[in-house]
């Protein structure tokens, strides 16, 4: 079956790091990338990255780059998506989306999201 | 960045044809910004149903239909169905290859 199934819920405190998986299975990882997408609680969809499955290569939003870092396991077919320096305004549902190999185009397959919740 | 406006909310009658539209800070939308559109139920991810400007994905059921119009992206939606209340997201490609989300538009059938 052609899923992404990602990590589940994490609650951390301002400051801190949180890391997100999104697990690829039914098709051949390294053939396509993964989009990174947040929705804060209430709001709209915010694009914050990609990565290419195929040789690592990467982009970021504006807003992000700096404190984000997303990156492959190809031995698990496997993304992963880091935030740093975390805030109250990073609460939010994180999915990742299947993309073209070389580009952040497609998103035809979105994993099930991960609530991340900054709390002291 | 640009900014990606789109109709805060919108309102159909069942069997009824209705058009969202998602426009751009920068000018006129374009087919080389790739126009996408998203349909997102609560509680749910989100799901493509129009890349490209107008081009679907199996899943997309056909009444609905993606367009360049007036200088904007648009979205139509004939014989509009319960099932089909939902928000509705577009995203639009730059000049700098980052994309870039609509704030969505909230559609009602009744």
């Known amino acids: 079956q052609v899923q992404l199934v990602q990590s589940g819920v994490e609650v951390t405190k301002p400051g801190a790091s949180v890391k997100v998986s999104c697990k690829a299975s039914g098709y051949t990882f390294t053939n396509y990338g993964i989009n990174w997408v947040r929705q804060a609680p209430g709001k709209g969809l915010e694009w914050m990255g990609w990565i290419s499955g195929y040789n690592g290569n990467t982009d970021y939003a504006q807003n992000f780059q700096g404190r984000v870092t997303v990156t492959t396991d190809t031995s698990t077919s496997t993304a992963h998506m880091e935030v740093r320096s975390l805030r109250f305004d990073d609460t939010a549902v994180y999915y990742c989306?299947?993309?073209?190999?070389?580009?952040?185009?497609?998103?035809?397959?979105w994993g099930q999201g991960t609530l991340v919740t900054v709390s002291s | 960045q640009p900014v990606v406006t789109q109709e805060p909310s919108l309102t159909v009658s069942p069997g009824g044809t209705v058009t969202l539209t998602c426009g751009s800070s920068t000018g006129s939308v374009t087919g080389s910004q790739y126009p996408y559109w998203f349909q997102q139920k609560p509680g749910q991810a989100p799901r493509t149903l129009i890349y490209?400007?107008?081009s679907k994905h199996s899943w997309t059921p056909a009444r609905f239909s993606g367009s360049l119009l007036g200088g904007k992206a648009a979205l139509t939606l004939s014989g509009a169905q319960p099932e089909d209340e939902a928000d509705y997201y577009c995203l639009l490609s730059y000049k700098d290859a980052r994309p870039v989300f609509g704030g969505g538009t909230k559609l009602t059938v009744l």
């Open positions: 989306a299947r993309t073209f190999r070389d580009s952040w185009y497609l998103l035809d397959l």
């Open positions: 490209d400007t107008n």
